[in-house]
């Protein structure tokens, strides 16, 4: 059997959990349940200075918030420093590192002499590992430099293919700090070494590091996992996406309103497709549908109404229960309802959650919604006003439709759809001409839910009160001929 599928996402702690970042970990995620593997959350917090531990907290919020729970950790990756350390020692031991006794003002100084050319000339490769260990136990400082063998190095990215690199373009990196602490990949690569990592899926900014990490690993004699580098994420105007576009952090996106599995399904899809037509797809058939092959080349732009119409997507799918408590707040700080209200959950303010949710994009847009149904006032669009209310008979009609609803047993959708169908046949009128004039005055709007949907959320009593006003209005002649 082949050995256990083990992937990683290894985030630095240094700021907000952004959507690139988001991506990778959801790509590693799809693997590890696609492959019945294992999904490794590895913190690489070794840059003291700019790690925090306010943005871990925030990156395991955004990975719960979107549902991609790991299996192992987090551990910390500088909690493995003295591991770093014995492994950069034994490829010192063995020859494949050597001690570098050039100071950053010599180094420096041959930088500025040589440009854009510079690598570094490998000056103490050369000496003899006697004076070397003595220079060291007398107390010099030295870093510790990886000795780049020559020929080049090969890797079959399954993402972009067969990729290689030329070892003369690479120069004898350092892996060890004068401090002994170690080096970005020495880390990295000891990390994935000891949790055993089979596959490292990551950004394509870390190309260049490949090929480093590809010959550390060589030289440790460890496995080389399979490596696939992620196309970047772009803005709507072409630009590699960042701050300026507005939105990125996964936190942002709750902000606005939008569901974590709408994120999580466009994420899947921003860089990767099912090779079929689908796009609405629940975790599940992700998993199902997942695989490395199929991750684009090319880079993927981040289209923000997609991302819209996927969460209207998620909003329609999702019960009014559910929604609820995402809306409520708002609900409640627009003094629409009342937190007890909210607590009693009463059918009608279900039914009002269910029959907006399918009329918005994003929860935010459920409560401005609302209010023309529940809120205190009226507000009139006049151009409705206007279109829907110049008949001369609807004052008529209107006061008809009162009478029906006033004495209407029992007060529920199912009755009274029905009652309006029977107003509008003794009228003489198809629905629709009694319909949208009653939907202008109790909404304002010529647009809204279904009007018994309408009528039964916002209650008997409001809803002839509002007939009322508008019969007061057309009586005024305020409505135009
Ligand atoms: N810590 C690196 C980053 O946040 C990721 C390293 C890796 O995946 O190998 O970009």
């Known amino acids: 059997m082949a050995d256990q599928v083990r992937v990683r996402f290894a ?18 995620w799809l693997y590890a349940r696609k492959t019945g593997g294992v999904f490794v959350l590895r ?8 790690s925090t531990d306010e943005s871990t907290r925030t990156i395991l919020d955004g990975m719960t918030w979107l549902g991609l729970g790991w299996d192992e950790g987090p551990t910390h990756q500088a909690d493995g420093l003295a591991r770093h350390r014995a492994d950069a020692e034994r490829l010192l031991r063995d020859g494949k590192a050597y001690r570098c006794f050039c100071t950053p003002e010599e180094l420096a100084a041959r930088r500025e002499a040589m440009g854009k050319e510079y690598r570094y000339d490998r000056a103490c490769m050369a000496v003899a590992a006697d004076e070397s260990a003595d220079r060291a136990a007398a107390g010099v400082p030295f870093t510790v430099r990886f000795r780049v063998p020559g020929g080049t190095t090969e890797w079959d990215d399954v993402v972009h293919g067969v990729t290689t690199f030329d070892n003369a373009s690479i120069e004898d990196f350092v892996i060890l700090r004068s401090d002994g602490t170690p080096i970005y990949n020495m880390a990295v690569v000891s990390d994935d070494i000891d949790m055993r990592i089979t596959h490292v899926v990551r950004g394509d900014d870390h190309i260049a590091n490949t090929p480093k990490q590809i010959l550390l690993y060589q ?4 496995p080389v996992p399979v490596f696939g580098h992620l196309p970047m994420i772009l803005g709507e105007d072409g630009r590699k996406l960042s701050k300026r576009h507005g939105a990125t952090a996964v936190g942002d996106y709750a902000q606005m309103g939008i569901l974590p599995e709408a994120l999580f399904n466009f994420l899947a899809l921003l860089g990767w497709n099912p090779g079929d037509e689908r796009e609405v797809m629940e975790k599940d058939e992700l998993v199902e549908a997942f695989s490395l092959e199929r991750i684009n080349k090319k880079a993927a732009v981040f289209d923000t109404e997609k991302l819209l119409w996927m969460n209207g997507q998620y909003l329609a799918r999702k019960s009014a229960e ?4 995402l809306v ?8 629409l309802v009342t937190q007890a209200q909210v607590d009693a959950r009463p059918e009608w303010l279900l039914a009002l959650v269910d029959a907006l949710k399918v009329r918005s994009r994003s929860t935010l847009e459920i409560a401005p919604q609302a209010r023309p149904l529940i809120g205190e006032t009226v507000e009139y669009d006049e151009a409705a006003v206007a279109k829907h209310w110049k008949d001369p008979a609807t004052a008529e009609r209107l006061e008809a439709v009162r009478n029906v609803l006033g004495h209407l047993q029992p007060w529920t959708p199912e009755a009274i759809e029905p009652a309006l169908r029977e107003a509008a046949e003794n009228a003489g009128v198809g629905f629709g001409k009694v319909a949208q004039p009653l939907r202008v005055a109790l909404t304002g709007s010529a647009a809204s839910p279904g009007i018994d949907q309408v009528l039964w959320v916002m ?3 409001r809803a002839l009160g509002r007939i009322d006003s508008a019969l007061r209005r057309i009586g005024s002649g305020a409505a135009p001929e």
């Open 322 to 325: 559910e929604l609820l408590p």
């Open 328 to 335: 409520a707040p708002r609900l409640v700080e627009d003094g």
């Open 43 to 50: 913190i690489e917090d070794t840059d003291r200075e700019r």
């Open 11 to 28: 985030p630095s702690p240094t700021g907000y959990l952004h959507v690139g970042g988001a991506r990778t970990a959801l790509y590693n």
């Open 219 to 222: 030289a440790l004699g460890a």
């Open 459 to 461: 209650g008997r009593e």
